[in-house]
């Protein structure tokens, strides 16, 4: 499903592809001997989602949901990316592109209406999809590159989170803050967070932070619904806290904004990565958010990919990207990385996709998201993010520190 029209320049293409493919490093399995390898489809073992020459990838996004600005980004790029590259060149990519809304149980519906034609899955948006689709995606041996970053999706075979899992993230982000001296041992920090496992994700990494710190967490969980933040923002302001940390969605982060601005409570906000999107520097927070909002995330700016900015506003001129752009692409990267693995191991079933998969080691993707040092069980597939801050820039955003490893990042990792 192509959500846009497509005219791009080929040589803009081209010089996206050479830059997300320079220096990989991705180690294939060793060879299962079954179908005998090297690429050639006659000599490949297939099962589901192969036919031919053409595989096709499940998509689980939200296009109508709270992440639904940052899932039209995500599919679109995920679509750009395939229209363009082969799996061993051989293999052409279809995407099967559905709307779950962010709503768990449609999720698991539109997967069940899916799963006979599809391989893999190239993206599913949203923790809670994720964690209710797990035992099905681990009974199916599916290959899934989630759209969220919560640590417990690490526990799904086969399912690799794209960057630093939640509270890693966040960890880095309140290293910054201390090193900036916007914080500092002691303080008090209010952390509104989703109900579910992305919001207790990205709280267990103010929680860690708060153990080596000496911080005081005041805690306010919310539900994905609820948008006016006047209660929580009157909370921490009596509480006296010196930040506030966010793992919400960008409606609740402008409202955290406008209602710290009205109250005078002039302290800095520190988000995990989905908090932010360039819409919101067109509405009336945009100058709070661009001097005390900080972004811990797993991609960096446009400004590091003007190629892939420039092939993406003219396959989607209507569109103002975020930087779900750079996650979609890169995260299609890696999934391309794993069918070249299983395609050149002789074995593009399910079974040897997940045989590739696991058998991934020090992942680079020529710079379009953070190192990913594997995905083992359990484990943060990198300990590295940027921070950034809002800007009048493309994506809405520049980079304040690139991708580094804040001093929490090994312990909490696993």
Known sequence: MNLGPVSRSAAALAAVLLAATAGCSTKAPESSGGGG????????????????????LGVLTDLTGV???????????NTLYWEDNQV??????????????????????????????????????????????????ESDQIVNFPSAWSKTLTEIPGTGVVGATYDVEISNGYDYLLQQGLLKEGD??????????YGANGLAGSQAVAEAKGLNIVEAQIKSTDTDMSAQVTQFKAAGVKAIALTVAPAQTTSVAAVAQAQGLDVPMLGNNPVFAPGLLDGPTADWLK????????????????????????????????????????????????LDAACENGDLTRAGLVEAFDGLEDVDTGGLVVPI??????????????????ADEPGGAKVAQDAFEGEFAADIAG
């Open 67 to 77: 992440f639904a600005a940052l899932g039209k980004d995500l599919t679109n790029a």
């Open 188 to 197: 008090t920090v209010g952390h509104i967070y989703f109900e579910g496992e």
């Open 37 to 56: 390898g090297g690429g050639d489809a006659a000599d490949v073992q297939t099962d589901v989602g192969v036919e031919g020459t053409t595989i096709q």
């Open 88 to 137: 061993c060149d051989t293999y052409d990519v279809e995407l099967d592109v559905q709307d779950t809304g962010y709503v768990p149980q449609t999720g698991v519906q539109l997967y069940s209406g899916m799963k006979d034609s599809i391989l893999a899955m190239q993206q599913t948006i949203g923790s809670p999809i994720n964690t209710a689709l797990a035992p099905e995606y």
């Open 291 to 338: 001097t005390h909002l900080y972004v811990a995330s797993p991609v960096s700016s446009f400004a590091d990919h003007a190629d892939l900015l420039d092939a993406y506003q003219q396959a989607y001129p209507d569109v103002t990207p975020s930087l779900g752009v750079l996650v979609g692409y890169g995260m299609a990267t890696l999934m391309n990385q794993v």
């Open 373 to 390: 040092r594997g995905f083992e069980n359990g484990k943060s597939p990198s300990l590295e993010s940027f921070v950034l801050v809002p």
